[in-house]
């Protein structure tokens, strides 16, 4: 993934558990487990401002690129 | 009651009214009774005008009522049509006194009346349908209506057009009346024949209104796919069975020219049938390509 989700080392840093983060953005577990995994195939705006919001952090911090190009692998 | 019993009950509703309305012997007396109510004296004349006033202003109450677009003012059209029709039902020597008047008149007063209250009935369900809160069950309720209509009219309007048929060629043919069987059979095999395709429709409306009702609750569901795939094959189906139905007529009666004394010749294309199997062939592909967005788009956090 081009794109990878640093989303667990801002959580460690702010003593926040993925549950306590659930409860406050509003989605489910699983859906934050697969975002945490970096397997999600996009992320809204409205749930990143949530979890910036709540985290107090950059988009940057839960969000970097690695430089390389990435296709997707299957489109609709 | 379900959403399909109500369609069923409100198309066989509509098919008893018209019947009703087009009973035009029913009419004609009506209209001698009121005659002879008018003749009987001061009171039975008053109550008479009382009558025709009272029927001819049922419709123009709606507008009064609840009128407020301009297909409204088709109730205030059907008053006056009631109003004359009723006054030259109990006048008929005020006609035409070369035609027999009561009959043709009471037919030309309850078609027009009829068209001029359905129109106005379209006009309002279509202004209707638009602000319908769930118009996957309208779409169904109105499937379920003409597959219910569809059945007893064509029904009805096939075993009238046999017996007809059958009377006419008798009344044709008073020489030889024991060599019109094979020419009944062959009315009465055809007639049945040009039944099973419409039947057959009947039932793609039935279906059509469950995929609607499915479309509504449970849109991208694989059951509503299978639903819009399995009418897609009926409807593909109708128009094998139609074509087939039209080839085998009009072989039979090639094959039994001799023994016939009326025939029937059909070309037939069930475009409409053909035209329906298509969009619903194109229905099932853009619930699948939704169906894929939106699960595309649940995958997006």
Redesign the interface.
């Known amino acids: 993934m081009a794109i990878v989700v640093t989303l667990n080392e801002v959580l460690k840093q702010r003593g926040i558990t993925g549950k306590e983060l659930c409860a406050k953005i509003g989605?489910t577990e699983a859906?934050?487990s697969?975002?945490r995994s970096g397997k999600?195939?996009?992320?809204?705006f409205h749930?990143i401002n949530k979890i910036c919001y709540y985290l107090d952090c950059d988009v940057g911090d839960i969000l970097h690129f690695d430089g390389n190009l990435e296709e997707p692998k299957d489109e609709? | 009651m379900t959403a399909k019993k109500a369609g069923i009950a409100a198309g066989l509703l509509s098919v008893l009214l018209l019947a009703a309305f087009t009973r035009t012997a029913a009419l004609e007396q009506f209209g001698q009774w009121l005659r002879a109510l008018s003749l009987s004296g001061l009171t039975g004349d008053l109550a008479a005008w009382g009558i025709v006033l009272l029927l001819s202003a049922l419709p123009a109450l709606g507008l009064v009522w609840r009128g407020r677009n301009y297909w409204d003012w088709l109730l205030l059209l059907a008053s006056l049509q009631i109003f004359f029709g009723l006054y030259f039902l109990i006048n008929p020597t005020l006609l035409n006194p070369a035609l027999p008047s009561g009959q043709i008149w009471g037919l030309v007063f309850s078609a027009g009346t009829v068209s001029v209250l359905l129109a106005w009935a379209v006009l309002r369900g279509l202004e209707r349908l638009k602000k319908a809160p769930s118009p996957g069950r309208t779409l169904s309720l109105l499937l379920d209506g003409a597959g219910c209509c569809l059945l007893c009219l064509t029904g009805w309007e096939h075993a009238v057009t046999l017996f007809e048929n059958i009377r006419r060629t008798a009344e044709a043919n008073t020489a030889i009346p024991d060599q019109l069987l094979p020419t009944d059979l062959m009315l009465t095999l055809l007639t049945a024949a040009d039944c099973v395709p419409i039947l057959l429709s009947c039932l793609v409306l039935f279906q059509g209104g469950d995929l609607a009702r499915a479309m509504e609750t449970a849109p991208f569901h694989a059951e509503t796919v299978l639903l819009a795939e399995k009418l897609s094959r009926r409807c593909a189906e109708i128009a094998a069975i139609s074509v087939l139905i039209c080839v085998g007529g009009n072989l039979l009666q090639m094959l039994f020219f001799s023994l016939l004394h009326q025939m029937t010749n059909i070309i037939s294309f069930p475009f409409i049938t053909v035209l329906l199997s298509a969009a619903l062939e194109l229905l099932c592909r853009y619930i699948r390509?939704a169906k894929?967005?939106s699960d595309?788009n649940d995958?997006?956090?």
């Open positions: 989605i859906n934050l697969i975002l999600a195939n996009g992320v809204r749930t609709v | 390509e894929a967005v595309d995958s997006i956090i």
